[in-house]
């Protein structure tokens, strides 16, 4: 599923070029095969922790855990152990804990890498809370798959939101000012390994 925000154009309101998709997709695509596995770790030293891939599979193991002494263990700290790195990183995002780990294996399962890489955004660059009711394309993100913010300056120029250029003026144009006075809306970060430039609106 492609999903797309649209946002302002990069030429401020008012401007010749109107609207224009702020989400730029990237050709590669989940297939949303999903395997986590987690490990609940016991904030109790003398209770041994468990790995886990379900919340059902969690609940079970934690209701038969008993310390030492043999009294039940109830608080854990929930530690990433191996999936996807993109994931890993969402996980980070939201610092996975006991409160919210069922909300995050569900979004995990059900949203694709566009949509967590939204929420990595939303949550780590601009401040925003983890409300796994809430759309990840519902913050006003929009995202490109380029490696810097000159590279995005080319695409816009590209695309036309500057208008229509002379292929003989093109030559002429000053990519890195362009890319200068993008930077004052436009952040370049790295999710996954991969570059990537957003705007916060």
């Not at 609940?59 to 109830?74: C, H, M, R, T």
Request: charged share 25%; hydrophobic share 40%; proline share 3%.
């Amino acid at each position: 599923m492609r999903g797309f925000n649209l946002g302002r154009s990069p030429l401020g309101r008012g401007s010749s070029a109107g609207l224009m998709v702020g989400f730029a997709f990237d050709p590669k695509e989940s297939e949303n095969t999903v395997t986590i596995t987690l490990h609940a770790q016991p904030y109790d030293t003398m209770a041994k922790g468990f790995y886990f891939d379900t919340a059902e599979d969690c609940d079970d193991k934690a209701a038969k855990l008993a310390n030492s002494f043999g009294d039940p263990v109830e608080e854990f700290e929930i530690q990433f152990i191996d999936g996807e790195q993109i994931d890993c990183e969402l996980a980070k995002a939201i610092d996975l804990n006991q409160v919210n780990f069922r909300d995050y294996l569900t979004c995990v399962e059900a949203w694709e890498d566009w949509q967590k890489t939204l929420i990595i955004i939303a949550i780590g660059e601009c401040g925003y809370d983890f409300d796994p009711d809430v759309e990840p394309d519902h913050n006003g993100i929009d995202i490109y798959y380029v490696s810097s913010i000159r590279e995005l300056a080319e695409q816009f120029v590209e695309e036309g939101l500057y208008g229509d250029i002379p292929e003989s003026l093109q030559f002429y144009i000053d990519y890195d000012a362009i890319a200068r006075d993008l930077s004052v809306e436009y952040s370049v970060t790295v999710i996954a390994g991969e570059n990537l430039v957003y705007r916060a609106s």
